[in-house]
């Protein structure tokens, strides 16, 4: 069973499905509408044929995810955090029925580069792209890909088939560092669509008629974020994932998803969500995964409280750590929340720690809310017993967290509250921060 860490990062690896209508290849104008620059230098070891090509593979959101973005900004109720946790709900249908409509011409990959410019020379046909008041936006993936039956492009595949004649071999996308980048094409007014990007990545900025190029970032350290340029300012960067094989659903057709609804006890193995959903494979012999998802807690169903039997997901990813409540009376000043200690084998570098103590809004998170967030040498989370110079968290040390001076009295707020405790190392690489969870563990306020 592998836990999937937060809904917050399902949509860097949403566009799993199509539509079916397979790759354009009609007839297309001399001159390109856009030439998009990327950065890629592909590995001759690794894909040495001479068949490797670029391809922009365009995303659209059924009719069940649009009408609930619209929904989004009809709402003038709502506060912009409120409408986050909207898009979040919406984001659950998009996980498992967003759709490739369709697939750019392929252009050849010249292996001695590392900066191409890749032509574009046509649009989807206009039922491709999200049309709403007069205006138009469609927005899609850029890849490499080995073009194995060698017809130049880029092909769909059914859900019944055991392989595909192509493969991804890199995209836009860089789930290790939790980034992707979209080519995002707009005409007239802004489509409802666009609530998608302004609420869920906080892109602030709005795209311009033509082709944009928006990069987002999701971090557990921080809101996401975004920039939306000209395609002509920046580049895209392409990366080659560890495991390539998990991009390979970029290029699936649709396939259907049954009743949330925790009726059959799975016969393969799941993915979690923290506590409250599971997804599983019903045709892992076949090529494209057919997502079957169950949900605890339902629109007619609330099983939270007594789960199946089968049930795997638990309500802890611990992985070696142990939470205990402090149990300290309720003060004015800073009291002690819980410890936390290593019963792991491995030391960790203290100042690579930090610990977030989130609100929990079942079956999601709600990050709108985020409750607490520590780094050793504040005021509120400290090493017990740590001698001078001590700059590891060693197995059988506590980690002690306290409420910082902003935070007073969340014991006496929130008796019988539960909260999500997650505790990651921070890393740092090319300028960009994100945090490795290294435990999720649920707090009670005693």
């Known amino acids: ?27 297309v104008p001399n001159q390109p509408l856009v030439e998009l620059r990327t950065r890629f230098s592909l590995d001759a070891n690794t894909h040495p044929e001479e068949n490797a090509r670029f391809a922009l593979i365009w995303e659209k959101f059924t009719p069940e995810m649009v009408t ?17 946790g909207i898009v979040l709900e919406c984001l659950r249908q998009l996980a498992e029925s967003s759709s490739a409509s369709w697939v750019s011409e392929g252009v050849p990959i010249e292996k001695n580069l590392v900066e191409h410019d890749i032509p574009i020379f046509g649009l989807p046909s206009d039922e491709k792209l999200h049309k709403h008041d007069g205006g138009m936006l469609g927005y899609g993936l850029l890849v490499a890909y080995e073009d194995g039956n060698r ?55 709005e795209p311009t008629d033509g082709f944009s190029l928006v990069k987002v970032a999701v971090s557990f350290l921080s809101d996401p974020t975004c920039s939306v340029t000209s395609v002509g300012q920046d580049s895209i960067e392409l990366v080659i994932p560890e495991d390539p094989d998990r991009l390979g659903e970029l290029i699936c057709e649709p396939q259907p998803v049954g009743s949330t609804f925790p009726e059959t006890e799975p016969n393969h193995e799941v993915d979690c969500n923290f506590f409250y959903t599971l997804r599983y494979d019903r045709q892992p012999q076949k090529y494209c995964p057919s997502w079957q998802v169950y949900e605890l807690v339902g629109e007619h169903w609330d099983w ?54 989130l609100f929990t809004a079942p079956p999601v998170i709600d990050y709108s809310s985020l409750g ?43 008796i019988g509250s539960e909260f999500m405790v997650i505790m990651m190392r921070v890393h740092e690489e090319d300028g960009y921060r994100w945090g490795e969870p290294l435990t999720e563990l649920i707090w009670t306020v005693q």
Request: charged letters at 30%; a negative charge.
């Open 1 to 27: 069973m592998t836990p999937s860490r937060t809904v917050l990062l399902i949509a860097l690896l949403v566009f799993v499905a199509s539509c079916g209508d397979g790759v354009h290849s009609g007839n």
């Open 372 to 414: 607490l967030s520590c780094r050793l040498g504040g005021e509120c989370l400290k090493l017990s017993g740590a001698g001078e110079g001590d700059r590891d968290f060693s197995p059988g040390e506590e980690l002690l967290l306290a409420e910082p001076e902003d935070f007073q009295l969340i014991k006496a707020k929130n």
């Open 304 to 357: 939270r409280d007594s789960p199946p039997d089968w049930w795997e997901c638990t309500r802890e990813q611990s992985n070696g750590f142990v939470l205990t409540d402090a149990e300290a009376p309720i003060t004015d000043n800073r009291d002690s929340l819980f410890s936390l200690r290593n019963d792991t084998e491995q030391a960790i570098l203290l100042e690579d720690i930090r610990v977030d103590i």
């Open 151 to 205: 017809n130049g492009a880029l092909d769909l595949v059914k859900p019944d088939a055991t392989e595909s004649d192509d493969s991804i071999i890199a995209a836009s996308l860089n789930s290790r560092l939790r980034q992707v980048s979209f080519v995002v094409y707009r005409e007239g007014e802004l489509s409802p669509l666009w609530s998608f990007f302004r609420y869920y990545y906080h892109c602030e900025q």
């Open 68 to 84: 609930c973005l619209v929904d989004v900004e009809k709402n003038d109720k709502a506060s912009d955090r409120e409408k986050t």
